[in-house]
Antibody, heavy 116, light 112 residues
Framework: EVQVVESGGGLVQPGGSLRLSCAAS????????MNWVRQAPGRGLEWVAN????????SYVDSVRGRFTISRDNAKNSLWLQMNSLRVEDTAVYYC?????????WGQGTLVTVSS | DVVMTQSPLSLPITLGQPASFSCRSG???????????LEWFQQRPGQSPRRLIYKVSIRDSGVPDRFSGSGSGTDFTLKISSVEAEDVGVYYCMQYTHWPHTFGQGTKLEIK
């Protein structure tokens, strides 16, 4: 059974930091591109970042580049998103997800609220 | 960034009737490798998204065959041949031919 479980969300003040975690199982994590996708309250989906299977290549949407860092550990089937210099507009549910020709896997999301 | 424009934003449909979702991209989604990386996602109320279709027209495993995708270049369509109650939700197209990946704003399917 495939499981994707995010954690680490919460309330943080503007300018603060959070580290999101994603634990995956039931699919070949080490061969999969992994993504973070976010959804602001009542809004649509926004792709945030991804990382290649080996962890050597990362990409980011412009609005988070330089503030967020995606990383992974294939030995632990884990993905992270380090979020620094958080802004009010980063408030959203953050999903860990993978979509390939062999399947697509999403977590339930973790809510990040940036507010003073 | 490639802008993905979906229409309509809201789609009220009677059960058993067909539904059609449009997605247009700001530039061609044909990749240099010859593939077109256009996908469709469904998000039911209160749930995480799930992919239905990838590379324009290939259904994911477990997706009912009433769902079909078509299109080319900049113009794409998702169709439901006969809407069922469980199809209620928001449908998003997404491209990853170009960086960054971009989603459309979504079309909300509701039962009339």
């Amino acid at each position: 059974e495939v499981q994707v479980v995010e954690s680490g969300g919460g309330l943080v003040q503007p300018g603060g930091s959070l580290r999101l975690s994603c634990a995956a199982s039931g699919f070949t994590f080490s061969s999969s591109w992994m993504n973070w996708v976010r959804q602001a309250p009542g809004r649509g989906l926004e792709w945030v970042a991804n990382i290649n299977p080996g962890g050597s290549a990362e990409s980011y949407v412009d609005s988070v580049r330089g503030r967020f860092t995606i990383s992974r550990d294939n030995a632990k089937n884990s993905l992270w998103l380090q979020m620094n210099s958080l802004r009010v507009e980063d408030t959203a549910v953050y999903y860990c997800a993978s979509w390939t020709t062999s399947g697509n896997y999403w977590g339930q999301g973790t809510l990040v609220t940036v507010s003073s | 960034d490639v802008v993905m424009t979906q229409s309509p934003l809201s789609l009220p449909i009677t059960l058993g009737q067909p539904a059609s979702f449009s997605c247009r991209s700001g530039q061609s989604l044909v990749h240099s490798d010859g593939n077109t990386y256009l996908e469709w996602f469904q998000q039911r109320p209160g749930q995480s998204p799930r992919r239905l279709i990838y590379k324009v027209s290939i259904r994911d495993s477990g997706v009912p065959d009433r769902f079909s995708g078509s299109g080319s270049g900049t113009d794409f369509t998702l169709k439901i041949s006969s809407v069922e109650a469980e199809d209620v939700g928001v449908y998003y197209c997404m491209q990853y031919t170009h960086w960054p990946h971009t989603f459309g704003q979504g079309t909300k399917l509701e039962i009339k």
